[in-house]
Nanobody, 124 residues
Framework: QVQLTESGGGLVQGEESLKLSCAMSGRSFDNHRMGWFRQAPGKERESVACFSYTGARTLYADSVKGRFTISRDSARNTLYLQMDRLKPEDTGVYYC?????????????????WGQGTQVTVSS
């Protein structure tokens, strides 16, 4: 029943910005872990940023700290990822994910609902 719809990906040059959106239908954000993940060709899917089960804590990958900001709008059931000062190393397919279980939010294996993925390409 849960469906995640992503938008905002695209092609940009280095140092530019993008904002990704992930709208969730079918469930409330309450008591859900929510996160953004990315996967580059030939690499494992990795956590970019996420909210804990309670929503009181956020976790960021070291590679994006200070550049990316995760946020949410509970009224719209939408998750956001503001990406500033993008680098070519940020290139990959970005996924949003949610889960209702009280597990850590930064492990890809701990999610049971995923978006379709959106391509982000950053040129130098």
């Amino acid at each position: 029943q849960v469906q995640l719809t992503e938008s905002g990906g695209g092609l940009v040059q280095g140092e530019e910005s993008l904002k990704l959106s992930c709208a969730m239908s079918g469930r409330s954000f309450d008591n859900h872990r929510m996160g953004w993940f990315r996967q580059a060709p030939g690499k494992e899917r990795e956590s970019v940023a996420c909210f804990s089960y309670t929503g009181a804590r956020t976790l960021y990958a070291d590679s994006v700290k200070g550049r990316f900001t995760i946020s949410r709008d509970s009224a719209r059931n939408t998750l956001y990822l503001q990406m500033d000062r993008l680098k070519p190393e940020d290139t990959g397919v970005y996924y949003c994910a949610v889960d209702s279980r009280p597990y850590s939010c930064n492990s890809p294996t701990n999610y049971d609902h995923w978006g379709q993925g959106t391509q982000v390409t950053v040129s130098s």
